[in-house]
Structures are given as structure tokens and as C-alpha cells.
Nanobody, 117 residues
Framework: QVQLVGSGGGLVQTGGSLRLSCAAS????????MGWHRRAPGKQRELVAG???????KYADSVKGRFTISRDNVKNTVYLQMNSLKPEDTAVYYC???????????WGQGTQVTVAS
């Protein structure tokens, strides 16, 4: 397992932007898939965006064209750039790591994103 520390959440107005960061420990970061999930109040956790070790990406339909996931294998960090935020994006966002974007084994502590209408 790797240890993950997420940051960058906060309160933003509708239409605004935030960038989440997740720093990972260990030397195997570049071999792992990384992702961002979210859990909104009363809803199940969902995968928002994932990026494979090779750089391939996957997005939830609800965020396509607005969110961008990227990774820096030198800094062992994965980012989620969130633009055109909507109130329905309000949730706790968790970064995760795993062997593939379909299999997550390590989780960060979560960071709150609140989008005010």
C-alpha cells in the first residue's frame, strides 16, 4: 500500500475552479493507477476520474469536459483540475491508488469541496 494525502478542497461559487492534489509516498507511484472518487451526502461513492500508469484517463460522464486528471511521476502527485463547478459537485473527494483504474487498494483521507449556488 501507499500513503496518500489529499489537499486543495474548499468553498467556491458556481462556475468557479479548484485544483485538488494528492501526494503519495513510496517508490511505486509511477506503476500505479491513480484516481479521484467522491461521496456526496446521501449518495454512494463514485469514481470521478482515473489515470493509469501509462497516462490513459477515464472520467465520469457528469464531469467530462470540466475536470482534468493528471499526474507527475517525479513529484509522486496526482491532480484534479475542476472547472465550471456546479452545486452537484459538492462532495468529499478522495484520492485512491491501485493496480488498475478498476481496482483501488489505498485511499487518502478525503477533502471537502463545496460549491455554492
Amino acid at each position: 500500500q501507499v500513503q496518500l494525502v489529499g489537499s486543495g478542497g474548499g468553498l467556491v461559487q458556481t462556475g468557479g475552479s479548484l485544483r485538488l492534489s494528492c501526494a503519495a509516498s513510496g517508490s511505486i507511484f509511477s506503476t500505479m493507477a491513480m484516481g479521484w472518487h467522491r461521496r456526496a451526502p446521501g449518495k454512494q461513492r463514485e469514481l470521478v476520474a482515473g489515470i493509469s500508469s501509462g497516462g490513459g484517463t477515464k472520467y465520469a460522464d457528469s464531469v467530462k469536459g470540466r475536470f482534468t486528471i493528471s499526474r507527475d511521476n517525479v513529484k509522486n502527485t496526482v491532480y484534479l483540475q475542476m472547472n465550471s463547478l456546479k452545486p452537484e459537485d459538492t462532495a468529499v473527494y478522495y484520492c485512491a491508488a491501485g493496480p488498475t483504474i478498476w481496482n483501488w487498494g489505498s485511499w487518502g483521507q478525503g477533502t471537502q469541496v463545496t460549491v455554492a449556488s
